[in-house]
């Protein structure tokens, strides 16, 4: 039933720590899924530097999920969007043939409080990796959820359990947030070929065994998976029809390593618009010597 347990390496990105899950060496991508990072729990105290916000960087290839349990960001990007996200909602960016946003902690900032969410990538299919730009943004009330004997679930994209989430997906895919209950049961369909749970808190049992937060379990096709938590938890459900073999190099994914190598290019040469309300600083390719002034502005 469990085909392999990822276990998430933490990494500091220069202010607070995130949840590296995918890519894995021994499993790249769980359907369309190329990317999957737990940002947090992190407790902020008001007042705290600029420099652990995400400056402005590129994409191309892929569409971007932010969702947060806890905290608030600010999103720009390079299409004129300009959003805050809050617990719940979904912030869904397509970089297509390219984009770039940056990810600001201003809420934060002024008032302190927690960051708690996952931000995951969503490789484009074959034949829409080169699509414009676009971004879209969806409130809690706006996503199919049920309750059942102390499981809620919310459906953040894709469709699954018979509903259908408004964000624009391109491939057949599915994400879906549980909250539950101590003793609380959920199935899991095989409605899709390659499945995963990811724990974000509190911990459940599997075929017998227990798994505890920070843990992604990656499921065998063909049969349904049942899971009972062992403490009050929040999991994660995420899957869909593999794309096809992807390239990750830095923020990029493509089919294409020379597709890779031209975004490169054309980041280095100041070819990407930076955000309009967010074009001071940017980051620089890994490897590049830090700029000494900004050739986008």
Known sequence: MIDLVISQRRRDLGGFEVGRVLPFAKRRMVGPFIFFDHMGPASFTAGFPRTV?????????????????????????????????????????????????????????????????????????????????????????????????????RLIAGAAFGAKAPVPVRSPMFYVHWTMKAGARGELPAEYPERAAYVARGGVEVDGRTFGAGEMLVFAPGQPVVLTA????????????????????????????????????????????????????FIPLPGDPPPEANPMS
């Open 230 to 281: 062992a403490t009050d938890a929040i999991v994660m459900l995420l899957g869909g029809e593999p794309i096809g073999e992807r390239f990750i190099e830095w923020n990029f994914v493509s089919s294409s390593k020379a597709r890779i190598e031209q975004a490169k290019a054309d980041w280095r040469a100041g070819r990407m618009k930076l955000p309009d309300a967010d074009d001071e600083e």
């Open 53 to 153: 916000d995400v400056r402005p960087h590129p994409h191309i290839g892929l569409s971007t999920l932010s969702y947060l349990y806890e905290g608030q960001m600010t999103h720009r990007d390079s299409v004129g969007a300009h959003q805050e996200i809050k617990p719940g909602e979904v912030n869904w960016m397509t970089a297509g043939s390219g984009v770039t946003h940056s990810e600001r902690f201003e809420h934060l900032r002024s008032h302190g409080g927690t960051m708690d969410g996952i931000q995951t990538w969503i490789a484009l299919p074959n034949g829409e990796e080169e699509i414009d730009p676009s971004f879209a943004h969806f409130d809690v009330s706006d996503l199919p959820a049920y309750e059942a004997e102390g499981l809620t679930a």
